[in-house]
């Protein structure tokens, strides 16, 4: 069918506001923000309901049309992005923002996939409810996309992944139909958990439209510290004493090196450096609890003997929101304020917590000697395991020169995470940007599975084409 004749139909579906093909009105959706991966796209279609979803599904699968889903557009392995080798839909979920039901004594929140995740924090919070998930780009990123590929976070470590907060979904097939399972229950042994097959799948296999979330009691008190530390070996110590001393109120375990704060302070209007004098390492601690106690006597006892044995250098305690906020700003900020040292080549991954020191010392030495002069910039989620292995163009480099390299530097890189019994992609997902890698590093017979399951539920392959599998 010529292009005319989809927009057309399109447009009978959502209405012609919501059918965009002017080149400049189209731009925003056509790359991913670290400008690696650029594409083209017959429309931009941005439908207001599951319905619409579902009739544009069914439009494409009669016309054998490549679909992109769409949220916020933050991903950063590509996977919302379409390719330029075929002409897709780029389906964006944009009107999809409604905040369907809070239930408070069930502890759900019933939302449309669109729903920026700060809308769901919002309307957690006003019923004095909190929804855990909190990433950088929550002003921004959706709902349906943070499902899509499993977003982990800062609060992984009290409350795990986004799989671990949904209950159930609705989702649209490529065919145009609608799979239901917006329960709330906690327990349902009727058969396969069908939600999780979508959970994490960057909408290769369907999209969601909408989701039934859990909440948390809110926390009634809430403590941040930043520490200053000698290595990533006494942060996974510290990390094993807080937890043992404090229990469920750690929240969040944050790794940073000191190139990260350099960077940070070096560009970030305001920010400054927590301690008078530079330290190699440090960590940010969060604890919080849903009554009010003694966090504050049982942290300053925790703090006290790990000083006293040289596993903390010193301390900073925020006392202030506006304290609090400057020390999570230093990290939220890094990704961001990196990119005007030049170039970064990133790696999202994960190993078993007691093997991230020598995942540090391997990887920072295996890269400098393939790249002389390149800058280590390891930071993340250290109490799940997750770092961003990112590095930082040597000072003298041409950018360009240095994002060339980007193959070569995975390669060292993920053999020594596989070789820790660790995983390439820890929270951002496959996308385009790792597909590639993945036969290399995963069961086979799980690819074997993979590609079944996307067989089945796609058979055209009409839905995210190449991502994953």
């Given at each position: 069918m010529d292009n005319a004749t989809v927009i057309e139909a399109l447009t009978a579906i959502v209405g012609a506001p919501y059918v965009l093909t002017a080149?400049?009105?189209?731009?925003?959706?056509?790359?991913?923000?670290?400008?690696?991966?650029h594409g083209t796209a017959r429309a931009i279609v941005k439908p207001a309901s599951t319905t619409e979803v579902a009739a544009i599904m069914q439009l494409a699968n009669d016309l054998n049309l490549a679909v992109i889903p769409q949220g916020g557009n933050t991903g950063l392995v590509g996977g919302q992005t379409p390719d330029a080798q075929r002409a897709a839909i780029v389906l964006s979920l944009q009107r999809l923002d409604r905040i369907r039901e809070?239930?408070?004594?069930?502890?759900?929140?019933?939302?449309?996939?669109?729903?920026?995740?700060?809308?769901?924090?919002e309307?957690?919070?006003?019923?004095?409810?909190?929804?855990?998930?909190?990433?950088?780009?929550?002003?921004?990123?959706?709902?349906?996309?943070?499902?899509?590929t499993n977003a982990g976070g800062t609060a992984v470590l009290a409350y795990g992944n986004t799989r671990d907060l949904v209950l159930g979904l609705e989702v649209v097939l490529a065919d145009g139909r609608i799979l239901n399972t917006l329960g709330k229950?906690?327990?349902?042994?009727?058969?396969?958990?069908?939600?999780?097959?979508?959970?994490?799948?960057?909408?290769?296999?369907?999209?969601?439209?909408?989701?039934?979330?859990?909440?948390?009691?809110?926390?009634?008190?809430?403590?941040?510290?930043?520490?200053?530390i000698p290595s990533p070996a006494a942060a996974v110590q510290l990390l094993a004493r807080v937890k043992s001393e404090i229990g469920f109120s750690l929240t969040t375990f944050e790794l940073m090196s000191r190139i990260c704060i350099e960077i940070v302070v070096r560009h970030a209007p305001g920010a400054r450096d927590p301690f008078a004098e530079p330290h190699p390492w440090y960590v940010l601690i969060e604890l919080s609890s849903q009554i009010e106690g003694d966090l504050d006597a049982k942290l300053e006892h925790s703090l006290g003997g790990a000083i006293e044995d040289g596993l903390v250098l010193d301390a900073v305690l925020a006392t202030s929101l506006d304290q609090r906020l400057a020390f999570w700003a230093l990290r939220e900020s890094l990704s961001e304020m990196q990119g005007r040292e030049g170039g970064s080549i990133k790696h999202d991954v994960s190993v078993p917590i007691a093997e991230i020191p020598a995942l540090i010392e391997e990887a920072s030495a295996a890269a400098a000697k393939l790249i002389p002069g390149i800058r280590p910039v390891p930071f993340g989620h250290i109490g799940d395991g997750n770092i961003h292995f990112n590095f930082s163009q040597p000072v003298d480099w041409d950018k360009q020169a240095f994002l060339d390299r980007w193959h070569d530097l995975n390669e060292v890189v993920h053999a020594i995470v596989i070789r820790h019994g660790g995983s390439i992609s820890a929270e951002h997902g496959i996308g385009r940007l790792k597909r590639a890698a993945l036969p290399a590093v995963k069961d086979p017979v799980a690819m074997e599975l993979m590609r079944t399951l996307k067989a089945a539920l796609d058979p055209s392959g009409i839905l995210n084409p190449g991502v994953i599998v």
């Amino acid at each position: 069918m010529d292009n005319a004749t989809v927009i057309e139909a399109l447009t009978a579906i959502v209405g012609a506001p919501y059918v965009l093909t002017a080149p400049e009105d189209m731009a925003p959706f056509l790359h991913e923000p670290r400008g690696l991966f650029h594409g083209t796209a017959r429309a931009i279609v941005k439908p207001a309901s599951t319905t619409e979803v579902a009739a544009i599904m069914q439009l494409a699968n009669d016309l054998n049309l490549a679909v992109i889903p769409q949220g916020g557009n933050t991903g950063l392995v590509g996977g919302q992005t379409p390719d330029a080798q075929r002409a897709a839909i780029v389906l964006s979920l944009q009107r999809l923002d409604r905040i369907r039901e809070v239930d408070a004594l069930t502890d759900t929140i019933t939302v449309d996939g669109g729903v920026t995740l700060l809308k769901v924090q919002e309307a957690a919070e006003a019923a004095d409810r909190l929804f855990p998930l909190s990433l950088a780009s929550e002003g921004s990123c959706t709902i349906g996309g943070n499902i899509a590929t499993n977003a982990g976070g800062t609060a992984v470590l009290a409350y795990g992944n986004t799989r671990d907060l949904v209950l159930g979904l609705e989702v649209v097939l490529a065919d145009g139909r609608i799979l239901n399972t917006l329960g709330k229950l906690r327990k349902d042994n009727t058969g396969y958990d069908l939600k999780n097959l979508f959970i994490g799948s960057e909408g290769s296999l369907g999209i969601v439209t909408g989701a039934v979330l859990k909440l948390f009691p809110r926390p009634r008190q809430r403590i941040t510290v930043f520490c200053a530390i000698p290595s990533p070996a006494a942060a996974v110590q510290l990390l094993a004493r807080v937890k043992s001393e404090i229990g469920f109120s750690l929240t969040t375990f944050e790794l940073m090196s000191r190139i990260c704060i350099e960077i940070v302070v070096r560009h970030a209007p305001g920010a400054r450096d927590p301690f008078a004098e530079p330290h190699p390492w440090y960590v940010l601690i969060e604890l919080s609890s849903q009554i009010e106690g003694d966090l504050d006597a049982k942290l300053e006892h925790s703090l006290g003997g790990a000083i006293e044995d040289g596993l903390v250098l010193d301390a900073v305690l925020a006392t202030s929101l506006d304290q609090r906020l400057a020390f999570w700003a230093l990290r939220e900020s890094l990704s961001e304020m990196q990119g005007r040292e030049g170039g970064s080549i990133k790696h999202d991954v994960s190993v078993p917590i007691a093997e991230i020191p020598a995942l540090i010392e391997e990887a920072s030495a295996a890269a400098a000697k393939l790249i002389p002069g390149i800058r280590p910039v390891p930071f993340g989620h250290i109490g799940d395991g997750n770092i961003h292995f990112n590095f930082s163009q040597p000072v003298d480099w041409d950018k360009q020169a240095f994002l060339d390299r980007w193959h070569d530097l995975n390669e060292v890189v993920h053999a020594i995470v596989i070789r820790h019994g660790g995983s390439i992609s820890a929270e951002h997902g496959i996308g385009r940007l790792k597909r590639a890698a993945l036969p290399a590093v995963k069961d086979p017979v799980a690819m074997e599975l993979m590609r079944t399951l996307k067989a089945a539920l796609d058979p055209s392959g009409i839905l995210n084409p190449g991502v994953i599998v």
